[in-house]
């Protein structure tokens, strides 16, 4: 059983978690994930690193409330336990020897954006972060991100934060203005992080992509998770999460984690009235 | 006077009809009636064939001596001075090719039932003992086992009976590896795996889930941190795949997920959030134990299945009765025949899957007939769910993670066989790890040598 040591609404469907879990944290480093249950007949669901810290021995996860398990999550509070909590799992993102990166998050991407913007900033690369939402009360970590980066871009879809437009729109200004990326790292919805590697192809930028697949174990053993790089079978569990983005098959992964969309939808709905119910 | 009969006494079980649609364990096991009978015909030979045959070397007329008698716990202890699982290997050993492959009474007849006896005793102990296991006095020595299925509580129960201070670290979130994730409960009841796991528990091992060695820690941190030596039974691995069109459409499953999401996740459940397909028309790749397994449970979500294979009926890798009972159950069989491509229809779930007819052609590496795709032989088969059941490769996290390992080209563990040693010293390995995908009993044989291989070196014998 793991203790939440603190709980934060980053916005009203976004949720930061810190968890005391000592094992993880001493090993976690920015675009691993964890796996986590919430209750004993609970599904395990991965959710990438958001942060660590190895002296208190606690991990952030930070969540959206998209279906049954992470509405269940959301209704646990500091002091509550999560039933397993396992990892760090995946392998780190690649920070070595980059000097100017572009990093760009999609909502609740963000998250899983800014660890791997913290650390580049932090050995010194020039960080451009760019991070896009719906609108204005969906933003999260913007202090976070300010503080990080050499440079922010705030971008959204109905402008009431930042530019209104795409994130596609502002990495595309930047690279036509005459800047220069080693690397671009995306992270976000498949659809984004679709348009984003079409976008930096068309430059011959190299891109990395997180994927987040449907997975159980997370270790390799059950091949959910797996996508097609490279003409390729990956499982992203052990061989990523983050893969080249110029060789990820994006429609096949958009479609594969449609797979439990009906069951999740109804999930979803009846964990909802349970909650109603017992209020 | 022995019983002469040529017949084993037939194991009772539910019918196919009903079985098939519930996940109760199919055989019943025999009352004491039946159990003494059935060790009556045991002539109590003096060479003892199945013995040699057993891979953890069970004092097999010696237990049925007892049962005979009707003295059933005696029984149990001299099956479990052997084995630290009676329970679970007299209901999944493939004793036909062990013990009851040799037994004398099987050149004129049927052998001793000796699995179905095994698992008599061990339940009959289960159900009636009311003796507590005794904590060995501690020797101070700490041990690491990687990995809980059944290599590793093997190695673990053997070292903790010694004094031994074992930590199983497991990367699930419940202990028993294969057992829970893989074998369905309707062969392997999970309540029998975890009061195996309990009676470890009882001697003193500490089992740590949600530990992933490879990731969480590795094995260099463990010797580090004081265990004078570790055992690698972290099992099979990464499931393969045919590599065929369409193969990651929705609705393609490797064997090894869609067991995890019915036997671990306990999909099949309501109360469960993990979800399964329902799918209307499964069809499954590969004739071994797993496709079997992954078979009979999709029959029992409801789904018609079909058991595709490309050899024939003879060669088929399963256990004999486990093929009879997934016949029995209503599971189709299509043999000669390959998969060469998987199509998807409008949803984005699997249609159809495409397969080409197979002759059998000369021995291949194996041993076994190369099957020869028939030219012009494809048809289609209507599926909205295709599970690929053709085994697995070595997981690379632990030898990714350990300096000085050696493994075989394929992935596999190297070992020194009398011992389980790896090419690093004070680090054993057993099981699927480095044999590849095998039986439970192999991997407990495994984990018992390298036991006693660990108690050696420890003790400072060698």
């Given amino acids: ?279 | 006077m022995a019983n002469m009969s040529l017949k084993k006494n037939p194991m009772p079980s539910q019918p196919p009809e009903v079985r098939n649609r519930n996940f109760s364990e199919v055989a019943l096991g025999y009352d004491e009636k039946t159990a003494i009978d059935e060790a009556q015909r045991c002539l109590n030979c003096k060479n003892k064939p199945c013995v040699s045959s057993c891979p953890v070397c069970i004092d097999i007329p010696a237990f049925i001596h007892k049962v005979a008698e009707g003295d059933f716990e005696s029984a149990y202890q001299i099956i479990a001075k052997s084995s630290s699982l009676p329970a679970v290997c007299g209901r999944v050993c493939p004793q036909e090719n062990q013990c009851e492959g040799k037994c004398v009474r099987g050149i004129k007849g049927e052998p001793v039932g000796i699995g179905r006896l095994e698992r008599f005793v061990a339940d009959w102990h289960n159900a009636h003992s009311t003796e507590k296991p005794v904590r060995p006095k501690s020797n101070g020595h700490k041990v690491a086992v990687i990995g809980s299925g059944p290599s590793g509580l093997t190695c673990a129960g053997d070292l903790a009976k010694l004094g031994y201070q074992v930590t199983v670290f497991e990367a699930l979130h419940v202990a028993g590896g294969v057992l829970v994730y893989g074998i369905p409960e309707f062969r392997l009841p999970k309540a029998i795996v975890q009061k195996e796991i309990d009676s470890l528990a009882a001697l003193g091992v500490d089992i740590q889930t949600n530990v992933v060695v490879g990731k969480t820690i590795t094995v260099d941190e463990l010797l580090d941190k004081g265990y004078e030596a570790v055992f690698i039974g972290s099992g099979a691995g990464l499931p393969k795949f045919m590599n065929i069109p369409g193969e990651n459409l929705k609705g393609v499953y490797s064997a090894n997920e869609f067991l995890t999401r019915i036997n671990l996740m306990k999909a099949y459940l309501p109360e469960s959030d993990t979800p399964v397909q329902q799918a209307k028309q499964v069809v499954v790749v590969g004739g071994g134990n797993v496709a079997m397994d992954a078979a009979r449970c999709a029959k029992r979500l409801g789904a018609d299945v079909s058991i595709v294979y490309r050899r024939t009926e003879a060669e088929l890798p399963a256990r004999r009765e486990e093929v009879e009972h997934a016949m029995e159950e209503g599971i189709v069989f299509q043999f000669l025949t390959n998969p060469v491509a998987i199509h998807g229809g409008e949803s984005g779930f699997v249609s159809s899957i495409t397969c080409q007819r197979m002759a059998l052609g000369e021995p291949d590496a194996s041993g076994r007939a190369r099957p020869v795709p028939q030219e012009g032989s494809e048809f289609d088969i209507e599926a909205d769910c295709v599970i690929m059941a053709l085994g697995t490769s070595p997981n690379p996290l632990i030898r990714d993670t350990t300096s000085g390992l050696d493994t075989e080209r394929w992935g596999g563990i190297i070992v020194e066989e009398e011992t389980g040693l790896t090419s690093r010293e004070g680090v054993y390995a057993g099981g699927d790890a480095v044999t590849g995908a095998a039986t439970v009993i192999l991997a407990m044989g495994a984990g018992k040598t390298a036991a006693a291989a660990i108690d050696r070196k420890i003790r400072g014998e060698n």
Avoid at chain 1, 102 to 124: D, H, N, S, Y
Avoid at chain 1, 140 to 156: H, K, P, Q
Avoid at chain 1, 164 to 172: N, S
Wanted: charge should be negative.
């Fill in chain 1, 1 to 279: 059983m793991y203790r939440i040591l603190e709980k934060k609404r980053l916005n009203p469907t976004v949720t930061l978690m810190r968890v005391e879990a000592p094992l993880v944290a001493a090993k976690a480093e920015p675009g691993q994930f964890i796996i986590l249950r919430v209750d004993a007949d609970g599904e395990r669901i991965p959710l990438t690193v958001a942060d660590f810290d190895r002296d208190s021995g606690s991990v952030t996860i930070i969540f959206q409330v998209v279906g049954a398990t992470t509405e269940k999550l959301n209704h646990l509070e500091q002091g509550d336990f999560i039933h397993d909590f396992v990892g760090p799992l995946g392998r780190p993102t690649h920070t070595d020897g980059l000097k100017k990166v572009a990093v760009v998050g999609g909502g609740v991407g963000c998250a899983i954006a800014f660890p791997v913007a913290k650390k580049l900033f932090e050995q010194g690369c020039e960080v451009h972060s760019i991070a896009g939402f719906r609108s204005r009360d969906l933003v999260i970590l913007e202090d976070e991100f300010a503080a990080n980066s050499t440079r922010f871009v705030r971008m959204s879809d109905d402008g009431t934060w930042g530019e209104k437009g795409l994130v596609t729109d502002a990495l595309r200004k930047l690279i036509e203005s005459g800047e220069k990326y080693d690397e671009v790292i995306t992270i976000g919805p498949l659809v984004m992080m679709k348009f984003v590697c079409a976008l930096t192809r068309e430059f011959g930028i190299k891109t990395v992509a997180s994927m987040n697949p449907i997975m159980i174990d997370g270790t390799g053993m059950c091949g959910g998770c797996r996508l097609t790089v490279g003409g390729k079978t990956k499982f992203a569990c052990v061989d990523g999460p983050e893969f080249d983005g110029h060789e990820i098959d994006f429609d096949e992964a958009i479609a594969r984690s449609s797979t439990y969309r009906d069951f999740e939808r109804h999930a979803y709905e009846e964990t909802c009235n349970l909650f109603e119910e017992a209020k």
